[in-house]
T-cell receptor, first 118, second 117 residues
Framework: AQKITQTQPGMFVQEKEAVTLDCTYD???????LFWYKQPSSGEMIFLIYQGSYDQQNATEGRYSLNFQKARKSANLVISASQLGDSAMYFC???????????????FGTGTRLLVSP | GAVVSQHPSWVICKSGTSVKIECRSL??????MFWYRQFPKQSLMLMAT?????????EQGVEKDKFLINHASLTLSTLTVTSAHPEDSSFYICSARTRGRPNAPQHFGDGTRLSIL
Protein backbone atom coordinates (compact mmCIF):
# COMPACT_ATOMS: atom_id res chain seq x y z
CA ALA A 1 0.00 0.00 0.00
CA GLN A 2 1.19 3.49 -0.80
CA LYS A 3 2.30 5.35 2.27
CA ILE A 4 2.18 8.74 0.60
CA THR A 5 -0.34 9.50 -2.12
CA GLN A 6 -0.32 12.54 -4.32
CA THR A 7 -3.28 12.22 -6.66
CA GLN A 8 -2.53 15.25 -8.84
CA PRO A 9 0.12 14.50 -11.46
CA GLY A 10 -0.08 18.10 -12.66
CA MET A 11 -1.63 21.37 -11.61
CA PHE A 12 -2.00 24.69 -13.38
CA VAL A 13 -2.40 28.00 -11.63
CA GLN A 14 -2.34 31.58 -12.73
CA GLU A 15 0.21 33.94 -11.28
CA LYS A 16 -0.89 35.56 -7.99
CA GLU A 17 -3.56 32.91 -7.43
CA ALA A 18 -3.46 30.40 -4.58
CA VAL A 19 -3.10 26.67 -5.23
CA THR A 20 -3.52 23.57 -3.09
CA LEU A 21 -1.46 20.45 -3.68
CA ASP A 22 -2.95 17.32 -2.17
CA CYS A 23 -1.20 14.74 -0.05
CA THR A 24 -2.63 11.86 1.92
CA TYR A 25 -0.63 9.45 4.01
CA ASP A 26 -0.97 6.11 5.69
CA UNK A 27 0.74 5.12 8.90
CA UNK A 28 -0.05 3.34 12.14
CA UNK A 29 2.78 5.04 13.98
CA UNK A 30 1.53 7.80 16.32
CA UNK A 31 4.79 9.70 15.87
CA UNK A 32 5.52 10.91 12.37
CA UNK A 33 6.47 13.99 10.44
CA LEU A 34 5.31 15.34 7.12
CA PHE A 35 7.46 17.36 4.76
CA TRP A 36 7.03 19.16 1.49
CA TYR A 37 9.91 19.58 -0.90
CA LYS A 38 10.16 21.51 -4.16
CA GLN A 39 12.25 20.17 -7.02
CA PRO A 40 12.94 22.60 -9.87
CA SER A 41 14.05 21.31 -13.26
CA SER A 42 17.66 21.65 -12.13
CA GLY A 43 17.08 18.74 -9.75
CA GLU A 44 17.86 19.98 -6.28
CA MET A 45 15.38 19.27 -3.50
CA ILE A 46 14.35 22.37 -1.59
CA PHE A 47 12.73 21.96 1.82
CA LEU A 48 9.56 24.01 2.13
CA ILE A 49 7.63 23.13 5.26
CA TYR A 50 7.31 20.59 8.07
CA GLN A 51 4.39 19.36 10.17
CA GLY A 52 4.80 17.06 13.15
CA SER A 53 2.07 14.61 14.09
CA TYR A 54 1.71 16.16 17.53
CA ASP A 55 1.70 19.75 16.35
CA GLN A 56 -1.53 21.45 17.30
CA GLN A 57 -1.36 24.19 14.72
CA ASN A 58 -0.94 24.06 10.98
CA ALA A 59 2.57 24.90 9.87
CA THR A 60 3.22 28.07 7.92
CA GLU A 61 6.36 29.34 6.19
CA GLY A 62 5.94 32.54 4.27
CA ARG A 63 3.68 31.85 1.29
CA TYR A 64 3.52 28.16 2.16
CA SER A 65 1.05 26.71 4.61
CA LEU A 66 0.13 23.16 5.41
CA ASN A 67 -3.51 22.18 5.82
CA PHE A 68 -3.07 19.32 8.28
CA GLN A 69 -6.16 17.19 8.86
CA LYS A 70 -5.00 14.38 11.09
CA ALA A 71 -8.25 12.44 11.18
CA ARG A 72 -8.35 12.39 7.39
CA LYS A 73 -4.60 11.72 7.19
CA SER A 74 -4.09 14.56 4.80
CA ALA A 75 -1.40 17.22 4.66
CA ASN A 76 -2.13 19.48 1.75
CA LEU A 77 0.28 22.23 0.76
CA VAL A 78 -1.20 25.64 0.07
CA ILE A 79 0.84 28.13 -1.91
CA SER A 80 -0.56 31.62 -1.78
CA ALA A 81 0.11 34.33 -4.35
CA SER A 82 1.77 31.98 -6.85
CA GLN A 83 4.85 33.21 -8.66
CA LEU A 84 6.36 32.07 -11.95
CA GLY A 85 9.31 30.71 -10.01
CA ASP A 86 6.99 28.31 -8.18
CA SER A 87 6.78 26.15 -11.32
CA ALA A 88 8.40 22.87 -10.28
CA MET A 89 7.74 19.36 -9.00
CA TYR A 90 6.43 19.21 -5.46
CA PHE A 91 6.92 16.15 -3.30
CA CYS A 92 5.17 15.26 -0.09
CA UNK A 93 7.17 13.01 2.22
CA UNK A 94 6.63 11.29 5.53
CA UNK A 95 9.10 10.41 8.23
CA UNK A 96 8.08 7.53 10.41
CA UNK A 97 9.40 6.38 13.71
CA UNK A 98 10.39 7.83 17.01
CA UNK A 99 12.56 10.87 16.76
CA UNK A 100 15.53 9.46 18.64
CA UNK A 101 16.00 6.26 16.73
CA UNK A 102 18.35 7.83 14.23
CA UNK A 103 17.13 5.48 11.56
CA UNK A 104 14.13 7.40 10.38
CA UNK A 105 13.50 7.28 6.71
CA UNK A 106 11.62 9.57 4.40
CA UNK A 107 9.04 8.06 2.10
CA PHE A 108 8.14 10.23 -0.85
CA GLY A 109 4.97 10.55 -2.87
CA THR A 110 5.00 10.50 -6.66
CA GLY A 111 4.95 14.26 -6.88
CA THR A 112 2.82 16.96 -8.46
CA ARG A 113 4.10 19.13 -11.27
CA LEU A 114 2.95 22.70 -10.80
CA LEU A 115 2.93 25.11 -13.68
CA VAL A 116 2.35 28.78 -12.96
CA SER A 117 1.23 30.81 -15.94
CA PRO A 118 1.50 34.59 -16.37
CA GLY B 1 21.17 27.25 6.84
CA ALA B 2 22.33 23.69 6.47
CA VAL B 3 24.20 23.09 3.23
CA VAL B 4 24.92 19.78 1.58
CA SER B 5 27.39 19.62 -1.26
CA GLN B 6 27.31 16.78 -3.76
CA HIS B 7 30.02 16.16 -6.33
CA PRO B 8 30.18 15.63 -9.22
CA SER B 9 26.99 17.15 -10.56
CA TRP B 10 27.10 15.04 -13.69
CA VAL B 11 29.11 12.12 -15.00
CA ILE B 12 29.26 10.47 -18.40
CA CYS B 13 31.38 7.35 -18.58
CA LYS B 14 31.81 4.05 -20.34
CA SER B 15 30.17 0.84 -19.28
CA GLY B 16 32.26 -1.07 -16.76
CA THR B 17 33.66 2.02 -15.08
CA SER B 18 33.27 2.59 -11.35
CA VAL B 19 31.97 6.00 -10.35
CA LYS B 20 32.33 7.65 -6.95
CA ILE B 21 29.89 10.33 -5.78
CA GLU B 22 30.64 12.44 -2.71
CA CYS B 23 28.16 13.98 -0.33
CA ARG B 24 29.41 16.52 2.20
CA SER B 25 27.64 18.44 4.90
CA LEU B 26 29.39 21.80 4.83
CA UNK B 27 28.28 23.57 7.98
CA UNK B 28 26.89 20.87 10.23
CA UNK B 29 27.65 17.37 11.45
CA UNK B 30 25.56 14.62 9.92
CA UNK B 31 25.53 11.31 11.70
CA UNK B 32 23.11 9.99 9.12
CA MET B 33 23.14 10.50 5.38
CA PHE B 34 20.73 9.06 2.86
CA TRP B 35 21.22 8.07 -0.75
CA TYR B 36 18.34 8.23 -3.21
CA ARG B 37 17.87 7.33 -6.82
CA GLN B 38 15.42 9.09 -9.09
CA PHE B 39 14.42 7.98 -12.57
CA PRO B 40 13.04 10.57 -15.01
CA LYS B 41 9.60 11.85 -14.04
CA GLN B 42 9.51 9.59 -11.00
CA SER B 43 9.83 10.00 -7.29
CA LEU B 44 12.87 9.56 -5.10
CA MET B 45 13.56 6.01 -4.02
CA LEU B 46 15.70 5.49 -0.95
CA MET B 47 18.65 3.24 -1.70
CA ALA B 48 20.43 3.17 1.62
CA THR B 49 20.96 4.89 4.93
CA UNK B 50 24.53 5.71 5.79
CA UNK B 51 25.62 6.04 9.40
CA UNK B 52 28.99 7.42 10.40
CA UNK B 53 31.33 4.70 11.53
CA UNK B 54 29.08 1.76 10.73
CA UNK B 55 27.84 -0.21 7.77
CA UNK B 56 25.13 1.25 5.60
CA UNK B 57 21.60 -0.07 5.77
CA UNK B 58 20.36 -0.93 2.30
CA GLU B 59 16.76 -0.98 1.15
CA GLN B 60 15.28 -4.16 -0.20
CA GLY B 61 16.33 -4.83 -3.75
CA VAL B 62 19.43 -2.62 -3.69
CA GLU B 63 22.63 -4.53 -4.41
CA LYS B 64 25.18 -3.87 -1.68
CA ASP B 65 28.09 -4.96 -3.84
CA LYS B 66 26.94 -2.75 -6.68
CA PHE B 67 26.40 0.40 -4.67
CA LEU B 68 29.17 0.75 -2.11
CA ILE B 69 28.58 3.31 0.61
CA ASN B 70 31.20 4.66 2.95
CA HIS B 71 30.51 7.17 5.72
CA ALA B 72 34.00 7.84 6.99
CA SER B 73 33.34 11.04 8.92
CA LEU B 74 30.53 13.19 10.26
CA THR B 75 30.67 15.34 7.15
CA LEU B 76 31.33 12.94 4.29
CA SER B 77 29.56 9.97 2.75
CA THR B 78 30.46 8.43 -0.60
CA LEU B 79 28.49 6.26 -3.00
CA THR B 80 30.48 4.18 -5.47
CA VAL B 81 28.65 2.62 -8.38
CA THR B 82 30.85 -0.33 -9.24
CA SER B 83 31.19 -1.62 -12.80
CA ALA B 84 28.43 0.69 -13.94
CA HIS B 85 26.18 -0.33 -16.82
CA PRO B 86 23.62 1.67 -18.85
CA GLU B 87 20.80 0.56 -16.56
CA ASP B 88 22.56 2.34 -13.70
CA SER B 89 22.07 5.65 -15.48
CA SER B 90 19.96 7.79 -13.21
CA PHE B 91 19.86 10.85 -10.99
CA TYR B 92 21.45 10.12 -7.61
CA ILE B 93 20.87 12.50 -4.74
CA CYS B 94 22.05 12.46 -1.17
CA SER B 95 20.66 14.07 1.92
CA ALA B 96 21.81 14.61 5.48
CA ARG B 97 20.15 15.21 8.80
CA THR B 98 21.51 17.58 11.36
CA ARG B 99 22.93 15.78 14.34
CA GLY B 100 20.93 16.19 17.53
CA ARG B 101 17.89 17.78 15.91
CA PRO B 102 15.22 15.09 15.49
CA ASN B 103 12.67 17.38 13.83
CA ALA B 104 15.13 18.84 11.38
CA PRO B 105 14.38 18.16 7.73
CA GLN B 106 16.75 16.29 5.52
CA HIS B 107 18.86 18.70 3.52
CA PHE B 108 19.64 17.56 0.02
CA GLY B 109 22.61 17.90 -2.23
CA ASP B 110 22.11 19.11 -5.78
CA GLY B 111 22.24 15.59 -7.16
CA THR B 112 24.42 13.77 -9.65
CA ARG B 113 23.24 12.88 -13.13
CA LEU B 114 24.96 9.66 -14.10
CA SER B 115 24.96 8.54 -17.73
CA ILE B 116 26.61 5.25 -18.64
CA LEU B 117 27.30 4.74 -22.34
Amino acid sequence: AQKITQTQPGMFVQEKEAVTLDCTYDTSDPSYGLFWYKQPSSGEMIFLIYQGSYDQQNATEGRYSLNFQKARKSANLVISASQLGDSAMYFCAMREGRMNTGFQKLVFGTGTRLLVSP
Amino acid sequence: GAVVSQHPSWVICKSGTSVKIECRSLDFQATTMFWYRQFPKQSLMLMATSNEGSKATYEQGVEKDKFLINHASLTLSTLTVTSAHPEDSSFYICSARTRGRPNAPQHFGDGTRLSIL
